[in-house]
């Protein structure tokens, strides 16, 4: 007789076939699962957002204007102290003076606003005014102003301004390092002070006050801004 067959469907599987067909079963069985945000979820992040980024940027405009008034500060102390040095080791008055822009820098003798820029010369000549290269032989030569420094402007919204009649275009150091424009004895309050502001107005402003013995120093009260 013919022998006897098993049809493939009624086939058991192979020790080999068995791992891929109970595989194949569980994937069939299998439900995917699909992951992500609902719109409700959605709008509540962004609302979350909004609020951090709100609390967060006064803070982060404070840390710029903070930032940007120390280094202002370092700035003006820097110029007098630099100015002040220079006056006592070369033996002739050393000024800081308001510049206009002008390319060589020179004072302007007729603004107030420090905050267009300034610069430190040794007044070797003793006119109070600051020539470049007066004979036009491109070198400095003995007995002409000496250039030390030129401070570019404070940047916009900032403001630096005298609150006396001593510290409104300029400020003299003597050769013996005493300020020779300021006042003598005179209460600590009425020291000239150079007065810097910005948009906090005088909440956060601070001054630098010179007393005549050319000693400068930074104050964070009466304070008046433009």
């Given at each position: 007789?013919?022998?006897?067959?098993?049809?493939?469907?009624?086939?058991?599987?192979?020790?080999?076939?068995?791992?891929?067909?109970?595989?194949?079963?569980?994937?069939?069985?299998?439900?995917?699962?699909?992951?992500?945000?609902?719109?409700?979820?959605?709008?509540?992040?962004?609302?979350?957002?909004?609020?951090?980024l709100?609390?967060?940027?006064?803070?982060?405009?404070e840390?710029?204007?903070?930032?940007q008034?120390?280094?202002?500060?370092?700035?003006?102390?820097?110029?007098?102290?630099?100015?002040?040095?220079?006056?006592?080791q070369?033996?002739?008055?050393?000024?800081?003076?308001i510049?206009?822009?002008?390319?060589?820098?020179?004072?302007?003798?007729?603004?107030?606003?420090?905050?267009?820029?300034?610069?430190?010369f040794?007044?070797?000549?003793?006119?109070?005014?600051?020539?470049?290269?007066?004979?036009?032989?491109?070198?400095?030569?003995?007995?002409?102003?000496?250039?030390?420094?030129?401070?570019?402007?404070?940047?916009?919204?900032?403001?630096?301004?005298?609150?006396?009649?001593?510290?409104?275009?300029?400020?003299?150091?003597?050769?013996?390092?005493?300020c020779?424009?300021?006042?003598?004895d005179?209460?600590?309050?009425?020291?000239?002070?150079?007065?810097l502001?910005?948009?906090?107005?005088?909440?956060?402003?601070?001054?630098?006050?010179?007393?005549?013995?050319?000693?400068?120093?930074?104050?964070?009260?009466?304070?008046?801004?433009?």
């Amino acid at each position: 007789p013919a022998p006897y067959r098993i049809s493939a469907r009624h086939r058991r599987p192979s020790v080999s076939e068995g791992p891929t067909i109970i595989f194949l079963i569980r994937i069939r069985h299998m439900k995917i699962s699909r992951s992500g945000f609902t719109l409700v979820e959605l709008l509540i992040t962004l609302a979350v957002v909004a609020i951090v980024l709100a609390l967060a940027t006064p803070t982060l405009r404070e840390v710029i204007l903070n930032n940007q008034r120390s280094t202002q500060l370092n700035a003006i102390m820097s110029s007098l102290n630099v100015a002040r040095a220079a006056a006592v080791q070369r033996g002739v008055n050393a000024i800081v003076c308001i510049t206009d822009g002008a390319t060589p820098p020179d004072c302007d003798t007729s603004a107030t606003t420090w905050e267009d820029g300034w610069i430190v010369f040794a007044d070797t000549n003793g006119d109070a005014a600051y020539e470049a290269d007066p004979n036009g032989n491109g070198a400095w030569d003995d007995g002409e102003d000496f250039l030390i420094s030129h401070h570019k402007p404070l940047p916009d919204g900032a403001t630096l301004r005298g609150d006396s009649a001593e510290v409104t275009r300029s400020i003299t150091f003597d050769a013996r390092g005493f300020c020779a424009s300021c006042p003598q004895d005179v209460d600590d309050d009425e020291q000239p002070t150079l007065q810097l502001c910005d948009a906090r107005a005088e909440a956060e402003a601070r001054g630098v006050r010179i007393a005549w013995t050319g000693r400068a120093q930074i104050i964070d009260s009466d304070i008046d801004c433009p």
